[in-house]
């Protein structure tokens, strides 16, 4: 009694070995080692067209980061297109006052409380209106 149990225990554990051997990656596709192609060297372009650096002139890489943040985020002196300039034009572009972002999180700032109802409208999902009801309060 005790070999036969002994032989199923012993099979057992193999049948589950052979099944965890495919299902855990033992089997799985490996890349031959000898067919992989080798890269071409790095070469160096014949013509640098270099100058020399002269002295006394900022170098290109020494610009102020802050300067370039600002570019980056409202553009800088880029040309703007027709329809860009006649928006602004539109919006009174030419007449808002340089710092006005800092002045609508100022708290002198004065701010009209539309109420509930305003939120409610903006907050309310998109729709054609077709389930609309109104609401008795």
Known sequence: MRKLVSIVAVAGVAALLSGCAH??????????EYAVARSQPLVVPPDFSLRPPQPGVARPQDN??????????FGGPAPRSQAERSTLDQAGGDSASPGVRSD?????TKIVDKGGTTRDIV???EGDGQNARVAAN
Not at 64 to 73: F, T
Not at 104 to 108: E, L, N, T
């Open 23 to 32: 299902r855990s990656g033992f089997d799985r596709a490996r890349p031959d």
């Open 123 to 125: 907050a309310a999902p």
């Open 104 to 108: 609508a999180g100022d708290p002198d």
């Open 64 to 73: 102020n980061p802050s300067a370039q943040a600002l570019d980056a985020l």
